[in-house]
């Protein structure tokens, strides 16, 4: 559809619909002058914002590519040894976000949800009852926020952190059967009465030889390597995500009677809790996924960022305001984490359900149709292939935007970049990198 009929329905529908938004001070910083030449004089306030979508239009209705809306999502634009957010990604254009979750608070959710069920199994979780609680960890990235945080919430609840400098280490240690690791320390925790020590056994990053991270394939290979070696001292496994945990529990653990612990809420894994999977963490992708397009959406109409968010939109979408938090200081929408365990498990058995609060479906004629333009750093991620993306598949269309999905190979961000040959051909941007601090390699192709 011509822009000029979508202004003029927009106009004539306002009145009885609200279908183009309502104003809003940050929806006016967006407008651009050219906006009043677009808009007759007449139209409603309605109509006015609406106009402010071709504002960064130049006069034959292109929008630079460095002008065009770009969210990060689940990867956060960072420094990959220190965490320290990458600003300038983050800031890149006036319409730029990350999308991801609360890592801190989810990770220490894991923690506690490790620790109560030690607690609620003090009689049976001592194995090989040496009154040592054995655990090991299968690590998914060291340089990946999120994998760090998970490392850090579990050493913290167990009570096996090291902190440096005021940071705790969420380094992997290899093997520590005697207890001398330096990077951790042996815990206690008190259970019916006696004191019992816990300690982790082993930690490795799970990246195959070709440097892909957060890797299944591995974690399965490396409970085999562990069993052999510590056997009935371990007494819970313990992992960055339910990829890594799945392969685990698969492998050894299921068999084992070994509660095993992951993080994602990914269906398999959430039905495997019927079978002795101890639990996991939904990081809310319902929500992330939601997000993930709708600011997109919400910058190409040109209306306030809190459409459809935490402010209901023309078709009655709104989220739950305990289901994300949003940081303006590092444009960062996070969605909040539930504890997934034998007690709720029912409740989250497709991860890929839409949430019913957001899965109205906009009007076509308000909310016309663009292309957006999203990759997936790995096509073989267990969390992004099996509940993210069929989340975002299901939002595209209620959010009448057109994407075109590319998966990378994990491992090289060209391999990604590459595909991003003709920018012009997209009205928006979803970026997920391969390393978080390689954000200048997609804002330098919008910057051409
Ligand atoms: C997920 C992991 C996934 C990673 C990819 C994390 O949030 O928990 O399962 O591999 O994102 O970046
Ligand atoms: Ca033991």
Known sequence: MKKKVALLMCAVLAASLTACGSSSSSSSDRAASTASTTAAAETSTAADTTATTEAAASSDGTVANKDKPVVWF?????????????????????????????????????????????????????????????????????GHNDSV???????????????????????????????????????????????????????????????????????????????????????????????MGMAMFNAWSKDNGVPTFGYDANSDAVAAIAEGYGGTISQHTDVQAYLTLRVLRNALDGVDIDTG????????????????????????????????????????????????DVSNQLD????????VWLDIYNAADNFLGSTY??????????????????????????NITNRLGNPDQYDAFAINMVKTDNAASYTSILSQ
């Open 364 to 371: 076509a004629t308000a909310h016309p149709t663009k292309n």
């Open 389 to 414: 993306e069929p989340l975002l598949q299901n939002y595209d269309d209620l959010l009448n935007l057109n994407v075109e999905y590319i998966g990378g190979d994990g491992q090289t961000e060209s």
């Open 309 to 356: 968010i935490g402010t209901a939109d023309d078709a009655g979408n709104v989220l739950p305001s305990d289901s994300y938090k949003y940081v303006e200081d590092e444009r960062s929408y996070y969605a909040l984490n539930v504890a997934v365990t034998a007690d709720n498990y029912q409740d989250f058995t497709d991860a890929t359900k839409t949430l019913a």
């Open 149 to 243: 945080a998970r490392t850090r919430g579990v050493r913290s609840a167990l009570g096996t952190a090291v902190e440096t400098d005021g940071a705790i280490d969420s380094n992997p240690i290899g093997t520590n059967a005697d207890g001398t690791a330096t990077d951790v320390q042996d815990g206690s925790i008190d259970l019916n009465g006696k004191t019992y020590t816990v300690r982790e056994l082993a930690s490795q990053e799970m990246k195959n030889s070709a440097g892909a991270t957060w890797d299944a394939a591995t974690a399965g290979n490396a409970i085999g390597t562990w069993a052999s070696s510590l056997g009935d001292q371990i007494d819970i496994v313990v992992s960055n995500n339910d990829g």
């Open 74 to 142: 689940n990867r956060q634009p960072s420094n990959s040894s220190t965490g320290e957010l990458d600003m300038d990604a983050l800031n890149f254009n006036k319409d730029t976000y990350y999308v991801g979750f609360d890592a801190n608070q989810g990770a220490e959710l894991q923690g506690q949800m490790i620790k109560d069920y030690i607690e609620a199994h003090a009689d049976t979780i001592d194995r090989n009852g040496d009154g040592i609680i054995g655990y090991v960890l299968a690590i998914g990235d060291v």
